[in-house]
């Protein structure tokens, strides 16, 4: 099984920046596609970023486009979600998930970690 945390979450000014990391546990981390989503207060969990397993195919949500960036590092077992150009629209908490699957959509993800909080003051 895969186990996932996040980290990096924190208390930012509009237009400013964070990288979010999520460790994984387990030796097959690899061979998993990964992804960041996010639910703000009263919103359905929405898809954020996702990143093929050798890292070559990446995907972002309209929402975020040209201002995150995701990348991984399988000898680190992490994935990074790097976020510029932060909006108070971006205040969630976001969660780290793994599928071992081609699908990237929400109910496709298997592994889920517990999530960071990111808050954007304007």
């Known amino acids: 099984q895969v186990q996932l945390v996040e980290s990096g979450g924190g208390l930012v000014q509009a237009g400013g920046s964070l990288r979010l990391s999520c460790a994984a546990s387990?030796?097959?981390?690899?061979?998993?596609?990964m992804g960041w989503f996010r639910q703000a207060p009263g919103k359905e969990r929405e898809f954020v970023s996702a990143?093929?397993?050798?890292?070559?195919?990446?995907r972002y949500a309209d929402s975020v486009k040209g201002r995150f960036t995701i990348s991984r590092d399988n000898a680190k077992n992490t994935v990074y979600l790097q976020m510029n150009s932060l909006k108070p629209e971006d205040t969630a908490v976001y969660y780290c998930?793994?599928?071992?699957?081609?699908?990237?959509?929400?109910?496709?993800?298997?592994?889920w970690g517990k999530g960071t909080l990111v808050t954007v003051s304007s």
């Open positions: 387990g030796r097959t981390f690899s061979s998993y596609n």
């Open positions: 990143i093929s397993w050798s890292g070559g195919n990446t």
């Open positions: 998930a793994a599928t071992a699957g081609s699908r990237w959509d929400l109910n496709s993800m298997r592994y």
